[in-house]
């Protein structure tokens, strides 16, 4: 059974850039949640897919943006990148949206903004 | 809302000797409570979970926790620490409003010493 994975591990941008980050969730999981998880801090939750559509959404501006495709496979997409965007971004997967339902991570990507 | 407060950032401890890291919540409805570990430069790994039943939940690599409702706390315990222990500790927590969308403390850093 494949876990989830997320790329690139690492990226360097730009403010004002844009960045794209993939993740392909656990076999058999129809749900990806994204979180960011800046220095020093406990993740916080950006928003969540459920059979590609949006299902929840934490406090974060509407230029971080996402896309769950029919494979459950999902993009997390940020525009206008500022400084304070560098973070480990973390993606989990689950077999739902219920309550009881676990989620499991992958290894993050590391997104630098200079 | 719901919040996570974990206690102590640090906790420095010697091989072989007990620990416990603290955790307390607030929720206005029921919860579901989660320790997950970060190992330098990775993304969570659960280490266990609390969803109905027994209070005391046991998890991977030896380590525990007991799911307090009158004192809102999840407090994660190993009888012996090892070296390989040393990481980042993260509490969450889940609720009936949030489906499995997690709220994290900010971790607590275990440090084990020879």
């Known amino acids: 059974e494949t876990g989830v994975t997320q790329s690139p591990t690492h990226l360097i941008k730009t403010r004002g850039q844009q960045v794209t980050l993939r993740c392909s969730s656990q076999s058999g999981h129809n749900t990806v949640s994204w979180y960011q998880q800046a220095l020093g801090q406990g993740p916080q939750f950006i928003f969540q897919?459920?059979?590609?559509?949006?299902?929840g959404r934490g406090n974060f501006p509407p230029r971080f943006s996402g896309l769950q495709f029919p494979n459950y496979s999902s993009e997390l997409n940020v525009n206008a990148l500022e400084l304070d965007d560098s973070a480990l971004y973390l993606c989990?997967?689950?077999?739902?949206?219920?309550?009881?339902?676990?989620?499991?991570f992958g290894p993050g990507t590391r997104l630098t903004v200079l | 809302a719901q919040s996570v407060t974990q206690l102590d950032s640090q906790v420095p401890v010697f091989e072989e000797a007990p620990v416990e890291l603290r955790c307390n919540y607030s929720?206005?409805?029921?919860?579901?409570l989660f320790w997950y570990v970060q190992y330098p430069n990775q993304g969570l790994q659960l280490l266990l979970k609390y969803l109905s039943g027994s209070t005391l939940v046991k998890g991977i690599n030896g380590f525990e926790a007991e799911f307090n409702k009158s004192q809102t706390s999840f407090h994660l315990r190993k009888p012996s620490v090892h070296i390989s222990d040393t990481a980042e500790y993260f509490c969450?927590?889940?609720?009936?409003?949030?489906?499995?969308?997690?709220?994290f403390g900010g971790g607590t850093r275990l440090m084990v010493k020879p």
């Open positions: 929720s206005s409805v029921s919860v579901y």
């Open positions: 897919y459920y059979r590609e559509e949006e299902n």
């Open positions: 969450a927590v889940s609720d009936s409003n949030a489906g499995n969308m997690l709220t």
């Open positions: 989990a997967s689950s077999l739902g949206v219920k309550d009881t339902d676990t989620q499991y």
